[in-house]
Structure formats: structure tokens, C-alpha cells
């Protein structure tokens, strides 16, 4: 069977793209299948930092396929940035990067409706979005009447549809409260996005056609998730969430691959919680300690370079969206950051008015409530960053991630101490059940 899974499990930037690129050995073929330029995915490696975000995290080992699916919104301008910028560090885009015809385009009406929809949530508040036209974009996708993809970009009836939907929005814009935006230029736009589907042509592809050939000829498949699982549409934390199934759930809809073609999914864990934008996160710590996390894991966001809200690691959560996302296996990442505290703090259950609970809420306003019931574990002062095999990482390190695994219910297959591909302890699949306290230290 030939799929493997990297779900992230919380609010994003669980360090995804970290593993992807180091699972990418292991595969023939990388598949981003949701989001868009939302996404920010890191990887280092030789001191050399790559930033991803829409061309999956495969693209920087040779020999490797790497597909953009039906289930992405994608930006032409973001993409085209995105090959230039890897191509002039020496990255081989021909032949190697595929796009699906079936993807839906952002266009510049969808950032206007970004900037203009954002503020505006039912009974107050902002999403705190990107900026980036996804959610717009994937309104219109599923509305269907406005929207154009990839592959309609090729037809002579393109610029007739640019018409047809810059009339609509032009009109819908003037009657927007508060400042209407300058209206859009049908000529304009169509000229630029011809030029785009210019240069990318050679890349346009059926990748649904070439995944289910892939698949059926047992090659081995890597499925990069974007965003984390508590931000998916239909199972996250509605309406602080992305416009696309993030968790789990997304990835057969998305990619266009049944699911029984997915044999291990990875989910991917920051060792305490990060969220950027708007929205709960029941175990924020806007204090000293938040700052300390903060700083330690420079928890600055990808795209938007906002400062990322921190806590503590949520194992209501992420029970939740591991269980939501059919993990077998996790992955914990940055727990070097956790270097230095006396204590740790874990949260394994709300209390909502008065009533301890160990299920995620479903509403909002449930979540709004949760007070975490917090269990507290010796913290350690080593750094771990030069850590390269578990028997390096301090007892009480060991310690923390078994009690992950344990709360969660599945085991831990591998531990991040930095972000350089080097600094990763991997476990093979052996020793997976075996708790991580059990390893003794080389000096023991
Ligand atoms: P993604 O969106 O899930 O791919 O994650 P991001 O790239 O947005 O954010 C993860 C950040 O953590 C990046 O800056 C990575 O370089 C960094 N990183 C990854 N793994 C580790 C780790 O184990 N320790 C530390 N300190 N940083 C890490
Ligand atoms: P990666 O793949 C973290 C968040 C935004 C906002 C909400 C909706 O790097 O983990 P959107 O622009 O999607 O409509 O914004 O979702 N968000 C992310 N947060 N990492 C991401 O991606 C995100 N993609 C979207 O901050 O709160
Ligand atoms: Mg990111």
C-alpha cells in the first residue's frame, strides 16, 4: 500500500514541511491537496532555510514528482514567485512540479473580499485571515457561478468569463458599506492571468488521472497537509477556521485518491500550542511564559509574519483532531523550546461551567468557556538541540513525550530538537509501541 499521511494536528505550523521534506526520501511522489498561499512551510537544511507555499515541500530532492492538486486554490502570481525563487537557488522545476487543471484560481476580486469580509463575523470579531483570497476563492468554487479554474484558463471563452465575473463584483463592490474599492479592470486582468497561464502550461496537468495511474502501479505516495486540523471547515473551531478540510478528512476529497490507498498517517504535533489570527486557544499563555515560548520557538508567522499566540500543549485537542484524522503514528516537533521551564504543564481536560469534560466542544461559544485542567510534569534545563538519538534527550524529555502518546493514544515515531533536517531522532517502526522513557542514556 502505497500513501503516507502528514496531518497537522493543531492550529498550523506544526512544522509540516519539516517532515515532509525528510519523509520525501522514502517517496516517488509529494501531493499538496488543499489550501493555498495561506500556507507557510519551513524547511533547513546545510544552513539553507526554504520557505514553501504552495509547490509541496518534495521539491527540493531530485527525482521526486510533485503534484498540486484539484483540491487547491491557487494563486498564479504566488506560484510563478514561488518557481522563480527556487529556480534561481538552483531548484529543477521542469518536468518535476505538476498543477491540476481542476484547481480553482485566486483572483485579485478575492483578495478585495478578503480585506473587505474579514471584521465582518456574525455577532462581531475577525477570523484574523491570511489576506490571501482563500476563503472568497473557495466560495466561489463551491457557488460555482463565478468561478474559474486552472484549466479554463486555456479556453477561448476566458476572457468572456473574466467579463461576466468582473461585472458581478464590480457591482457587488459599489454597494459595499464604507469605501467602495476602485473597480476592476476586466481587460487587465484577463491580459495579466493570459500571461500567466503562459508560463505555466508545461505544468498544467489531469493530476487526478496521474495520481490513480500512481497509485494502482503501487508507487509511493507522500500527501502534505497545509493548515492543522482544529482550523478544517466542517470539524474545526467554526468560524476560526480555513475554508478547506485541513484535518484528516481532506485528503482523499482533495488529492482525488480513496482513501484505502492511505496506509500510515503521521500526525504532527508541536510540543506545546501555537495559533495565529483570531479565535480560542483554551490554553494561551499571555504572560511571561507565552513570550518565553514565543521567542524560544520564534513563533513568527511564515506568511504574514504576525506573532504567534503560544500555550501549552493540549491534549484535549489534539486527542480529537488525531482521532478525526485516523492517525496511526506521531510525530513531536520543536520540543527543544521546552529547554529551560521548571515545569511543564500539559491540559488534559476542560472545565466548562463547572463540568469536567475530555471531548472537544463542538460550539464556539463552549470553547470560549473551556478552562484547562492542566497535569504538570518536570520540566529539564539541557538543550537539546545537538540531540541526534533518543538515548540523548533527558529523562524528563522522554517523559513528556510518552505522556503525548499516552493522552493521545498512539505512539510516537519521531521527535524534532530543531529545524535542520539533521536535528530528528526517528524511530523505526519496532520500536514504535516501546514507551521513550524505556531507552536508557548512553552514559547509564
Ligand atoms: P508548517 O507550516 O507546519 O510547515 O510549519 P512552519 O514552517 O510554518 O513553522 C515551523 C517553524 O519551526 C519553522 O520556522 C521551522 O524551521 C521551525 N522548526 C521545525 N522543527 C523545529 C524544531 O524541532 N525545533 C525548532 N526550534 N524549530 C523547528
Ligand atoms: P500552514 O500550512 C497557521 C489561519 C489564519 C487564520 C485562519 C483563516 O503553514 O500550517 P485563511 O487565510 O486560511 O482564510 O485564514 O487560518 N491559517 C493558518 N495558520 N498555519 C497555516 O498554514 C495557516 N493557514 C491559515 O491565520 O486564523
Ligand atoms: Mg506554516
Redesign the pocket.
Known amino acids: 500500500m502505497p500513501g503516507t499521511c502528514v496531518i497537522?494536528l493543531q492550529w498550523?505550523?506544526?512544522?509540516?514541511?519539516?517532515l515532509v521534506d525528510i519523509l520525501t526520501e522514502e517517496h516517488e511522489i509529494v501531493v499538496r491537496y488543499a489550501g493555498g498561499a495561506n500556507?507557510?512551510?519551513?524547511v533547513?537544511s546545510d544552513g539553507q532555510?526554504w520557505k514553501l507555499s504552495i509547490i509541496p515541500?518534495g521539491i527540493l530532492r531530485d527525482g521526486v514528482a510533485c503534484v498540486v492538486t484539484g483540491g487547491v486554490v491557487l494563486d498564479p502570481a504566488k506560484v510563478i514567485d514561488e518557481m522563480d525563487g527556487l529556480e534561481s537557488r538552483g531548484v529543477r522545476m521542469h518536468g518535476k512540479l505538476q498543477l491540476s487543471d481542476r484547481a480553482h484560481v485566486v483572483f485579485p476580486w478575492h483578495v478585495v473580499e478578503d480585506r473587505l469580509l474579514d471584521g465582518s463575523l456574525s455577532g462581531g470579531g475577525a477570523i484574523g485571515t491570511t489576506g490571501r483570497g482563500i476563503g472568497p476563492c473557495y466560495r466561489d468554487k463551491v457557488g460555482r457561478s463565478l468561478a474559474i479554474r486552472l484549466g479554463d484558463l486555456y479556453r477561448p471563452d476566458f476572457r468572456a468569463k473574466v467579463e461576466h465575473v468582473v461585472d458581478f463584483k464590480n457591482r457587488l463592490f459599489a454597494n459595499w458599506p464604507g469605501a467602495a474599492p476602485t473597480p476592476l479592470d476586466a481587460a487587465a486582468i484577463h491580459a495579466q492571468y493570459a500571461a500567466y497561464a503562459k508560463r505555466l502550461e508545461p505544468h498544467i496537468a489531469d493530476t487526478t488521472a496521474f495520481l490513480l495511474d500512481a497509485v494502482e502501479a503501487g508507487r509511493r505516495l507522500l500527501f502534505e497537509g497545509a493548515q492543522g486540523a482544529l482550523l478544517d471547515i466542517d470539524h474545526g473551531t467554526f468560524p476560526y477556521v480555513t475554508s478547506s478540510n485541513s484535518s484528516g478528512v481532506g485528503v482523499s476529497s482533495g488529492a482525488g485518491v480513496p482513501g484505502r490507498w492511505i496506509d500510515r498517517v503521521i500526525g504532527?504535533v508541536k510540543a506545546y500550542s501555537t495559533r495565529v489570527g483570531g479565535g480560542p486557544l483554551p490554553t494561551e499563555q499571555d504572560n511571561a511564559t507565552g513570550m518565553h515560548l514565543r521567542e524560544?520557538?520564534?513563533e513568527y508567522g511564515?506568511v504574514t509574519k504576525r506573532p504567534r499566540r503560544c500555550g501549552w500543549f493540549d491534549a484535549v485537542a489534539t486527542r480529537y483532531t488525531a482521532r478525526l484524522s485516523g492517525v496511526d503514528e506521531l510525530a513531536v516537533?520543536?520540543?527543544?523550546?521546552l529547554g529551560g521551564f521548571d515545569e511543564l504543564k500539559i491540559c488534559v481536560a476542560y472545565d466548562i461551567d463547572g463540568r469536567r469534560t475530555t471531548q472537544f466542544p463542538s460550539q464556539i461559544a463552549d470553547l470560549e468557556k473551556a478552562v484547562p485542567v492542566y497535569e504538570t510534569l518536570p520540566g529539564w534545563r539541557e538543550e537539546l538541540?545537538g540531540v541526534r538519538a533518543e538515548t540523548g534527550l533527558p529523562a524528563n524529555a522522554r517523559r513528556y513525550v510518552d505522556r503525548i502518546a499516552e493522552l493521545l493514544g498512539r505512539p510516537v515515531s519521531i521527535v524534532?530538537?530543531?529545524?535542520d533536517r539533521q536535528?530528528t531522532i526517528i524511530r523505526d517502526r519496532t520500536a514504535a509501541a516501546r514507551p521513550w522513557h524505556s531507552s536508557q542514556p548512553a552514559n547509564a
Not at 500556507?39 to 519551513?42: E, K
Not at 516537533?333 to 523550546?337: F, Q
Open positions: 497537522g498550523g505550523d506544526e512544522a509540516k514541511g519539516k500556507a507557510g512551510h519551513t533547513v532555510t515541500s504532527v524560544r520557538g520564534r511564515t516537533m520543536l520540543l527543544d523550546v538541540d524534532s530538537v530543531g529545524p536535528q
